[in-house]
């Protein structure tokens, strides 16, 4: 198994962005708040755009089996950019981490170029089996895709 951040920070340093009733991912936080908290993402990530929507996503760690995850994910209009925040899940409730008195998200990846049919924000265990980001490859020919990974 592979290590996730439990819940045991301060509360101040978490944020409530949605729950899982019945199965489904809901989104609790406000919409316009989570899109514009991931526009600063993307400001810190020097990546020009503005972000459409957001959903909340289940998936598997690539690399292992079994190993669930949840994250953020907010797109712009066409699709060349992503950005995703990787969250915490305690007794059915998802968090994000935020930077320390402020309202940032902690760690942000973002996924840019000129690609719009794959290009996603995922996470991967390494050789050394540590979980980190990647970026999907690109499903058209001849388009970019830059990731760039935002910490505290």
Same mark, same amino acid.
């Given at each position: 198994m592979f290590p996730f951040m439990s819940c045991s920070q301060s509360s101040e340093n978490l944020m409530e962005i949605g !729950?899982?009733?019945?199965?489904?991912?809901?989104?609790?936080?406000k919409e316009i708040d989570l899109i514009t908290m991931l526009d600063r993402g993307l400001d810190r990530s020097n990546v020009k755009g503005e972000i459409e929507k957001v959903i909340l996503k289940k998936d598997?760690?690539?690399g292992t089996k079994d190993t669930e995850y949840y994250m953020l994910l907010g797109s712009?209009?066409?699709?060349?950019?992503?950005?995703?925040?990787?969250?915490?899940?305690?007794?059915?409730?998802?968090?994000?981490?935020?930077?320390?008195?402020?309202?940032?998200?902690?760690?942000?990846?973002?996924?840019s170029g000129s690609c719009t049919k794959g290009c996603d924000p995922r996470r991967w265990v390494d050789d050394y089996e540590i979980i980190?980001?990647?970026?999907?490859?690109? !499903?058209?020919?001849?388009?970019?895709?830059?990731?760039?990974?935002?910490?505290?």
């Open positions: !729950k899982i009733e019945k199965e489904n991912v809901v989104i609790t936080a598997i760690v690539e712009n209009k066409d699709n060349s950019i992503k950005i995703a925040v990787d969250l915490i899940l305690n007794d059915n409730v998802l968090y994000a981490r935020l930077l320390e008195f402020t309202d940032v998200f902690a760690e942000t990846c973002t996924c980190s980001w990647l970026c999907s490859d690109c !499903k058209l020919k001849n388009k970019t895709c830059n990731k760039s990974v935002t910490t505290n």
